[in-house]
């Protein structure tokens, strides 16, 4: 028998390596994505192809409107995406509490689905200095899963994995080609055009070109110009 995982999957470069590891790892993958009201939409159409490509036996994409309260520059049009500059403390492009809601949505699918397993692409290396990428929250998380479903009352618990968690974008690159990842299939940019082409200047932009470039891999990126 299979032993089952769900997968944060946004259409990134990191969560696609992350599918990858799971397969890999010889899990059955539902590929979980979420349709928020991101201003990076095109970042769903990645995701479908990614889980595709990587064979998850299943994607759900989940809607959830996070623009009623907004509060970041990726959910609300009033606050720009800004170049990747020096900015100090955590960045416009935190979007609050993310990865809880996103990690309560895969608590509740892998509980339905008989999933003990979770995986999410958070990472402490080359983060932007977002909270809820941070292995205090992803260990904290864990508990809370435990307590908040059956498994408190079977005596078990969910694996919360950060297989990413000390992987510099490089070592991400390197390892998800090892394993077949297509990163043409995948997007990472803030601010896309409506083509869905990256804008090269956002600090995630910048983040994963100087990845491909110490990678020593060429950038598959589709820049606007
Ligand atoms: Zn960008």
């Known amino acids: 028998m299979s032993k089952k995982a769900v997968i944060l999957l946004s259409g990134g470069l990191d969560s696609a390596t992350v599918l990858a590891i799971a397969r890999r790892d010889g899990f059955e993958c539902c590929a979980l994505s979420f349709d928020y009201g991101q201003r990076h939409r095109c970042e769903l159409e990645a995701a479908g192809k990614v889980a595709a490509s990587l064979g998850a036996a299943k994607h759900n994409i989940v809607k959830i409107d996070l623009r009623l309260w907004g509060g970041s520059a990726l959910t609300d049009d009033n606050l720009k995406v800004p170049d990747a500059a020096d900015s100090h ?26 999933a003990r397993d979770i995986f999410i692409g958070v990472n402490s290396v080359d983060y932007s200095g977002y909270p809820d990428c941070r292995p205090a929250f992803i260990e904290a998380f864990k ?13 078990w618990h969910y694996n919360i994995n950060a297989p990413l968690q000390n992987l510099s974008k490089a070592e991400i690159i390197r390892r998800g080609i090892e394993l077949g990842v297509d990163y043409s299939l995948t997007t990472s940019c803030y601010n896309p055009d409506a083509a869905g082409r990256s804008c090269g200047r956002c600090a995630s932009c910048m983040l994963r070109h100087a990845g491909f470039v110490e990678a020593g891999v060429p950038d598959p990126t589709t820049y606007s110009k």
């Open 143 to 155: 508990e809370c899963a435990r307590l908040g479903t059956r498994a408190v009352d079977e005596n």
């Open 89 to 114: 403390g955590i960045p416009i492009t935190y979007v609050p509490a993310r990865n809880l809601i996103f990690l309560s949505f895969a608590t509740a699918c892998a509980e339905a689905w008989g």
